[in-house]
Every structure is written in C-alpha cells, then in structure tokens.
T-cell receptor, first 116, second 114 residues
Framework: GNSVTQMEGPVTLSEEAFLTINCTYT??????LFWYVQYPGEGLQLLLK?????DKGSNKGFEATYRKETTSFHLEKGSVQVSDSAVYFCALSDPAGGTSYGKLTFGQGTILTVHP | DVKVTQSSRYLVKRTGEKVFLECVQDMDHENMFWYRQDPGLGLRLIYF???????EKGDIPEGYSVSREKKERFSLILESASTNQTSMYLCASSSDRGGIYEQYFGPGTRLTVT
C-alpha cells in the first residue's frame, strides 16, 4: 500500500533561515503529491501540489519538486517568517480516474516553529 | 470561497454516549472524508463516501459509522464513545478537477471522551 514518511520533528528556526522538510513516499504508479499546512487552531490548507515527475509545486515562497527517481517531495523555503510557524503534512493520492476517489495518505506531520 | 464546515469545534462526551459529528460542504463535491488526527500519527482515514448513500471503510473504521443522505452532508457516528476515541476529527471533500483531486478541509472538531 501507499505510505509517506516525513523527517522527524519538531523543527525550530530563526527568522530568515532556510527551511527543508524531507518527505519520501512509497506508491505504485504515478501518485499526485501534496504539501498541506495547518496553522494553530485551524484545519488543513493545501500549500502546493505536483502531479508528475519533475513537476515543481510552489506557493507563498515554498517549493517542492516531484522526484520519481528518489521517490521524494521535499519542501523548501529560502527565508522563513514567524508567520510560517505551523504543522506541515506531506501527502499523496492515486491519480484521478480510478477507484481511490482521491483518498490521501499522510505523513506524520512536522511542527515548524520560527523565532524572531 | 470554498467552504467545509463542521458542527462543533470542541465537544466533551462521556464514555458510552452516542456521538454525532456533522460536516457540510458547499462545493458540490462528490467525495467526502473523515480523518482523525493524533500527534505523531498524522491523519488517518476513518471512512469516506464517493456518492450519496455510498461509503467505504478507510484505515481505522472500527468503532465508527457514517451516514450520507445528502450530497453536501457527511456524518460521523461514534456508536458508543470510548476514551481512546479522544482526538481531533477532520472532515474533507474533493472532486476530480482535471485529473487531480484536491481535498478541502473543515476546521476540525476536538472531541474529548471522559
């Protein structure tokens, strides 16, 4: 079955530091890959996505590239802000058109804290 | 603006009570999901529904049931609440948009069973 593994957390950074959160996956075929973010007290929001090999998803200064050869989708940001403090989830789903109906398989989440 | 709403943000119930968690989406999505979120475990799928009155078990369905009588509404039922069901419950909906499903989440219900 599908599985997603995220780097161990929590991660604590100073403002303007470089961020990397590692994510690797196991899946058959060509899944769609996602990063979701959960701010304190809120539900999950889609941060970025990629649907095929070498696609780069980007949003709000965050980027992640779909690497088929290493089955990875690492999240990066060049300069984090205090407002980026949140929990980040890597997830995958089977492509549309099958019987998965877009079920997501999540990693365990990484807590990011950014200090001024 | 797309919206998924959940009936309660916080809920406290006693062991053995029957608990209903309601979820409503206004995006005309076919698919709806219930997850529970626990620290260190990420989100785990309890049940999902791909059409009215259709449902399938997810990864951890034991102790739960669901109901989907209308397209926009998906209910999670704890038939007899237990303390190990204390958790954050998240509802989501999605639809096929050009070959990819994007899930939209509600704000969550934090359930405490005492």
């Amino acid at each position: 079955g599908n599985s997603v593994t995220q780097m161990e957390g929590p991660v604590t950074l100073s403002e303007e530091a470089f961020l990397t959160i590692n994510c690797t996956y196991t899946a058959t075929g060509y899944p769609s890959l996602f990063w979701y973010v959960q701010y304190p007290g809120e539900g999950l929001q889609l941060l970025l996505k990629a649907t095929k090999a070498d696609d780069k998803g980007s949003n709000k200064g965050f980027e992640a590239t779909y690497r088929k050869e290493t089955t990875s989708f690492h999240l990066e940001k060049g300069s984090v802000q205090v407002s980026d403090s949140a929990v980040y989830f890597c997830a995958l789903s089977d492509p549309a058109g099958g019987t998965s109906y877009g079920k997501l398989t999540f990693g365990q989440g990484t807590i990011l804290t950014v200090h001024p | 603006d797309v919206k998924v709403t959940q009936s309660s943000r916080y809920l406290v119930k006693r062991t053995g009570e029957k608990v209903f968690l309601e979820c409503v989406q206004d995006m005309d999505h076919e698919n709806m999901f219930w997850y529970r979120q626990d620290p260190g475990l990420g989100l785990r799928l309890i049940y999902f529904s791909y059409d009215v009155k259709m449902k399938e078990k997810g990864d951890i369905p034991e102790g739960y049931s669901v109901s989907r009588e209308k397209k926009e509404r998906f209910s999670l039922i704890l038939e007899s609440a237990s303390t190990n069901q204390t958790s954050m419950y998240l509802c989501a909906s999605s639809s096929d948009r050009g070959g990819i499903y994007e899930q939209y989440f509600g704000p969550g219900t934090r359930l405490t069973v005492t």
